[in-house]
């Protein structure tokens, strides 16, 4: 006799996105006015979902697409991302660093041209000299900026609030123009050091002034980037405004003295990553080597954290609190070694996670994020659904050239009975 044919885990959505190329990026818009878009990023193409209010299930569409000709390293959503569910008047933005050294805001609205708006900024003499790991958006001061972080050790402050040339633009280089308030201006840019290679920087809406910024060694700095003066001659004038420094007592260690605690090497891509929790900007977590780490600003205790766990023992590389449900988190691996697998831990019962394992070796996760709910419908129907039928936590994970979508209540073996 035959084997049956295998089934689909019962935690994921029969919903998959399929992105024709291989996926590197995931993030789901978190702020208030753009909450249901999820931007998927590839080798050269960076498309934005809207999730379906109008299904019973889970199910995104999609509503925009940019040709950005590179492959996407990390992307963020602008805080002036209206979702086509909030307004009619939506605008879609959002930064993307990719691997040719640029960085690039995507945009379009209702008046702008169907493949909608490019611009370039951030590349040759002008931006990072190694590698761009993260980018974020800040709001802390007016107009746009934008900050971003490299292999290169540096923090960069990029101001947008001028106009910069897209690139559908016509070379304008020799025309003379008498308006001059009209040329386009590239952006400048603000430097702050650092002494290791960097790879996150996140942005709070609650506390605009300050940034995150996490490097590869395990130490977690909050930057009051807009208190700082911009004064070049002064010496450590941007060091000052690093108001609290957070650490991984284990992974710092390792760094001082070459010897491994964990059985991740520390030359290794799987550097790992940091969030902060949306609902609180006091709570920060982290997963670096084979463990997570969550500290509280209100009990500092010298920058050790307040809760550490067990991860993946190849190495973590996302942490990623969830927006709809306080209490959990998850933690996902790059290496193949575990499969496509993440793990979803609940604050209060933080030894026993639940993994969802997608697919086995070797296969693996190449990002995760997860889905922002909806904004609440004026639809008397639509309130009667979502009051009688539970919301579940949805996860975007990227597995090739994919985007599958797990139900982080569900249980393996369990069927499923959460729609959205």
């Not at 889970?58 to 086509?84: K, N, Q, R, Y």
């Not at 951030?122 to 931006?127: C, K, M, R, W």
């Amino acid at each position: 006799m035959f084997a049956p044919p295998p089934q689909d885990p019962p935690f994921l959505s029969n919903y998959v996105y399929d992105h024709h190329s291989d996926v590197y990026v995931v993030k789901s818009c978190q702020h208030e006015r753009g909450r249901g878009l999820l931007a998927v990023a590839g080798e050269s193409r960076v498309e934005v979902l809207l999730r379906d209010s109008s299904q019973k299930f889970l199910s995104l569409t999609p509503i925009a697409s940019f040709h950005v000709g590179a492959t996407a390293i990390a992307l963020d959503w602008s805080p002036e991302a209206v979702s086509p569910s909030s307004s009619d008047n939506w605008n879609i933005e959002l930064g993307v660093a990719c691997a040719d050294g640029n960085m690039r805001i995507l945009r379009k609205t209702p008046h702008t041209p169907p493949a909608g708006e490019i611009r370039v900024f951030g590349g040759g003499t002008t931006g990072h000299s190694a590698r761009i790991s993260s980018l974020s958006f800040s709001s802390a001061r007016e107009g746009m900026h934008v900050a971003s972080v490299g292999e290169d050790c540096n923090l960069l402050i990029w101001n947008l609030s001028k106009r910069i040339k897209t690139e559908d633009d016509p070379d304008s280089t020799m025309d003379i123009a008498d308006d001059k308030q009209d040329l386009d201006h590239a952006p400048t840019a603000y430097p702050i050091p650092f002494s290791h290679p960097l790879q996150d920087v996140i942005a709070h809406d609650a506390n605009a002034r300050v940034l995150l910024v996490a490097d590869s060694r395990g130490t977690i700095s909050l930057v009051d980037w807009a208190g700082a003066e911009a004064d070049e001659d002064a010496p450590d004038g941007w060091s000052r405004q690093r108001v609290v420094e957070l650490m991984d007592p284990r992974r710092v260690a390792e760094g001082i003295t070459g010897v491994r605690t964990s059985g991740v090497p520390m030359n290794s891509s799987l550097g790992g990553g940091v969030d902060w929790k949306p609902d609180d900007p006091n709570i920060i977590g982290a997963t670096y080597g084979s463990r997570w780490m969550i500290w509280d600003l209100r009990r500092v205790q010298g920058g050790k954290p307040v809760a550490t766990g067990e991860g993946f023992l190849s190495g973590g590389h996302r942490f990623r609190w969830c927006p709809t449900d306080e209490n959990l988190f998850a933690v996902s691996t790059t290496s193949p070694v575990p499969g496509a697998a993440i793990k979803v831990y609940h604050i209060s019962f933080p030894g026993a996670p639940r993994t969802y394992q997608l697919f086995g070796r070797p296969h693996r996760v190449r990002d995760v994020d997860w889905l922002t709910e909806l904004p609440t419908s004026s639809n008397a129907q639509t309130e009667e659904l979502q009051t009688r039928v539970p919301s579940p936590p949805w996860l975007a994970v990227a597995v090739g050239r994919k985007v599958y979508f797990v139900n982080a209540l569900e249980e393996a073996g369990a069927i499923n009975e959460y729609a959205i």
